[in-house]
């Protein structure tokens, strides 16, 4: 996924604080309100089954 890769989640791993994992903890931020707006302009595009399941969360919250 182009959103979310590897080396940008374990670039947050170090926790807050350190420089390196604020700025990929904003890119992450930042790449999630990118990606819904991708999925809310493909949605009307899919089938019914496909659009409930990309409005289903999978992770608790």
């Known amino acids: 996924m182009r959103?979310?890769?590897q080396q940008l989640f374990d670039a947050m791993q170090t926790g807050p604080g350190d420089p390196n994992a604020?700025?990929?903890i904003a890119l992450w931020e930042q790449n999630v309100t990118e990606y819904?707006?991708?999925l809310d302009e493909l949605?009307?595009?899919l089938?019914?089954?496909?659009?409930?399941?990309?409005?289903t969360t999978l992770h608790a919250v």
């Open 3 to 5: 959103y979310f890769t």
């Open 43 to 45: 949605k009307p595009r």
């Open 36 to 38: 819904r707006s991708a």
């Open 47 to 55: 089938q019914d089954g496909f659009a409930r399941l990309a409005d």
């Open 22 to 24: 604020d700025r990929a």
